[in-house]
């Protein structure tokens, strides 16, 4: 088996899948028609101001679970939907951002600063045709990018890593999550030690499960999706509600602006907006690399790249930066979305989630079971196939189907969901509320776990309520076993040694970099101060 | 309420506090063996180790956000208004459950007493209509009363979306699937 193998196995065990139905005699795998329903799904959430990706996935999880079983034949379909959702939604949320002047999802907030202004101009579908094309652009860029280093990556984190330098790998990777998101490391480091401490409850080797408080109900842990969904999911709506009740949003006419002149795009304007998407799709892929630094930060990073450079080559009469001019669209657009792509590269090489649709990934190759994230993956086997490795060649495969996708009926897709802004909030809010708790009972079939799910939201909530961001308490919950795991081991392989991850040259430099961070991340928010 | 100025603070003495007691007494209290152990003439790690390291993180955390975060700007300003409204929101959401965890086995019962049967509705919980009746009232209950509550009034409308909702949920969850249990049939 060579490389080359792997990747035709993969390839085909997309499009060769398990047949669903065929056109014009030509077979049509389920996986196939997954990425397209996830897709959709996405551009359609995605326009919807108050959804987000991470919701659909949560809703959708456990409906795909029952639909394809517990089976390494469900990997490709799931995750092949999850992965649709994924991109549909990063384009998705620049709809209402330009037609409404409200992203649909946070990292669209600077499309509107040019988008809504074009669409003013009657320039909305152009707007949407700029929006469409950066974010394609980004995404693809991204996804090869992923496509080429995860692979190396994995490969060098197996050769030179024993167990001591991946324990420190993943404390340092914890420390950067908690120091870089949300601006705060205080805060991140506060949201990572509560998801460790969570994780830890109802757990370890001992016969007695620690912190358990003599509850049959805390001895067997909190189950993975309370946690994940109660704090991103439900703790979001009830901020979400909160801030809705708060604004006591008018319900006016929402203003209609009508397209007047040419919306096309053309050769010429490709051209001028190439350089604004090159620089933000690398601008997006280098952030998104990184564990943990959201998709908002590239799209202002990229916006303030574009705006340097159109100060400089912009054309006479044009409007300025901020005011409807489409390079500040393209710039933003492609910035967010080559994150996305990008985000992946820890996870299917490190085991490490970055960002939320990162953590709904795992999630379901923890259900499912058949595919442990992480360098194991990408063993070339030449005397026996690796199938986790065939399912990462399949799982690249699906991108670059959901990027054809994307490029082929994604922007016509994109451009009718303008109609999604009118979904009430105050009752969409609630029902998903709902469908949530649902979702995480037909998995574990107890009440209990609803209460938990509930008790994490009311977590979730507090904390966005004191700005402390739930990612990294999602992240530490999802890491906090492995990390104790690995520990464990490399103390054992050192022969119990307790200073373990000092005294390997290699753990110690990742962990004088995971203190570094921590400390330059906390002097530079006190010059803030 | 928690002046602007100082929520970084209190919100780090909190923390610090929580974890303290995590250190010093959940931790000793709840868990049986040490941080370190020895198992038949082995050292390894004990269950304590792990606990100990996560509270670790709070102090890191709650001890920079006194020292040095301390008079950051743009701190949030949670208000008693908006956790009052969360509170109730809460109260809806917990009422609800509850409809749903009781009425179908309240409904059999009544059933039983009015008819003189002896139905157990453990035995119904995957029979229509018996094993939709928790679910439709406490899921009806759940969203028409957040609904009401963001509103500001009880409206036939959100009585009307919250049935579509909620039927929509059992088209989605129940119909399509032999296997998938909705709340509560999974317990009773």
């Given at each position: 088996?060579?490389?080359l ?44 101001p ?59 907030f ?34 090869i ?13 197996e ?22 998101i949300g ?39 909190f ?6 969904l ?54 997006g ?28 080559k ?26 996305s ?63 054809v ?14 109609v ?6 105050h ?11 649902t ?22 909530y ?38 373990f ?29 | ?8 603070l ?59 975060e ?79 509550l ?39």
């Open positions: 088996m060579g490389t193998d792997y990747i035709w196995m993969g390839i085909q065990a997309v499009f060769q899948g398990p047949e669903l139905f065929s056109l014009f005699g030509l077979p049509i795998s389920v996986t196939i028609v997954m990425i397209l329903a996830g897709f959709l799904t996405g551009i359609a959430v995605g326009a919807t108050g959804l987000a990706g991470p919701i659909a996935m949560a809703i959708a999880l456990p409906i795909l679970i029952s639909v394809f079983g517990y089976t390494p034949d469900a990997l490709l379909p799931v995750m092949g939907f999850l992965i649709g959702v994924m991109k549909g939604a990063t384009i998705g949320g620049a709809v209402p951002a330009i037609l409404f002047n409200t992203p649909g999802t946070p990292d669209a600077m499309t509107t600063l040019d988008g809504y202004p074009m669409t003013q101009r009657g320039k909305a579908k152009k707007a949407l045709r700029v929006a469409h094309f950066a974010s394609a652009s980004g995404d693809t860029f991204s996804d990018v992923l496509i080429v280093c995860a692979p190396f990556l994995a490969l060098l984190v050769a030179y890593l024993d167990l001591p330098e991946k324990t420190a790998l993943l404390i340092l990777s914890l420390s950067f999550i908690a120091a870089v601006g705060s490391p205080a805060k991140g480091l506060i949201s990572t030690g509560l998801g460790l401490l969570a994780a830890y409850v109802g757990t370890g080797e001992d016969f007695y499960p620690r912190l358990s408080m003599g509850s049959p109900s805390l001895s067997q842990g189950p993975i999706a309370t946690a994940v109660g704090v991103l999911i439900i703790g979001a709506v009830l901020k979400e509600l909160e801030d809705l009740w708060r604004r006591k949003r008018d319900s006016g006419e929402i203003p209609a602006h009508k397209d007047e002149g040419d919306q096309r795009l053309h050769g010429a304007d490709i051209r001028r907006l190439l350089p604004y998407v090159g620089r933000s799709a690398l601008i892929t280098a952030i998104g690399a990184l564990p943990g630094i959201g998709s908002t930060l590239a799209a202002t990073l990229g916006y303030t790249v574009g705006r340097a450079r159109y100060a400089k912009k054309r006479p009469g044009a409007p300025e930066f901020g005011k409807g001019a489409s390079e500040g669209i393209a710039a933003t657009e492609a910035a967010n979305s080559s994150v792509g990008a985000n992946l590269i820890p996870v299917l090489s490190l085991g490490i989630p970055g960002n939320a649709a990162a953590v709904f990934l795992i999630l379901a190759a923890e259900s499912i079971g058949g595919f442990n994230p992480g360098p194991s993956v990408f063993r070339f086997t030449t005397d026996s196939v690796n199938p986790e490795l065939v399912i990462a060649f399949g799982l690249f495969t699906a991108m670059m189907v959901a990027n996708l994307n490029w082929t009926i994604g922007g016509l897709f994109m451009r009718s969901m303008g999604m802004i009118r979904v009430p909030k009752i969409l809010l609630p029902s998903v509320l709902l469908l949530t708790l979702a995480i009972y037909v998995q574990e079939t107890r009440m209990e776990a609803i209460w938990f799910a509930v008790g994490f939201g009311v977590l979730g507090l904390m966005r309520t004191v700005a402390i961001s739930p990612l990294p308490f999602v992240i530490a919950f999802i890491l906090g076993g492995k990390l104790e795991e690995s520990a464990r081991q490399a103390f054992a392989a050192t022969g119990g040694d307790p200073w991850l000092f005294t390997n040259p290699g753990a110690a430099l990742l962990m004088a970099v995971a203190f570094a961070v921590i400390v330059f991340s906390a002097r530079k928010t006190k010059e803030v101060a | 309420m928690v002046r602007s100025s100082r929520s970084n209190i919100l780090g003495t909190l923390v610090l506090a929580f974890a303290a007691a995590v250190l010093a007494l959940w931790i000793p209290l709840d868990t049986q063996t040490g941080l370190i152990e020895k198992v038949r003439r082995q050292v390894v790690i004990g269950d304590a180790l792990a606990p100990t390291v996560a509270a670790l993180f709070l102090v890191l955390g709650g001890g920079l956000l006194v020292f040095i301390r008079k950051a700007p743009n701190q949030p300003k949670p208000s008693m208004a908006g956790l009052t409204f969360i509170a109730r929101l809460l109260a809806i959401v917990f009422v609800s459950l509850l409809v749903m965890r009781f009425a179908g086995p309240v409904a059999v019962w009544t059933t039983n007493a009015f008819q003189g049967g002896d139905l157990e509705y453990r035995l119904l919980r995957d029979t229509a209509p018996w094993k939709y009746l928790g679910f439709f009232l406490g899921g009806t209950l759940m969203i028409s009363g957040m609904v009401s963001a509103e500001g009034r009880v409206s036939r409308k959100a009585v009307l979306a919250a049935v579509f909702a909620v039927i929509v949920m059992i088209f989605i969850y129940d119909v399509p699937f032999d296997d998938l249990l909705l709340p509560p049939n999974g317990d009773v």
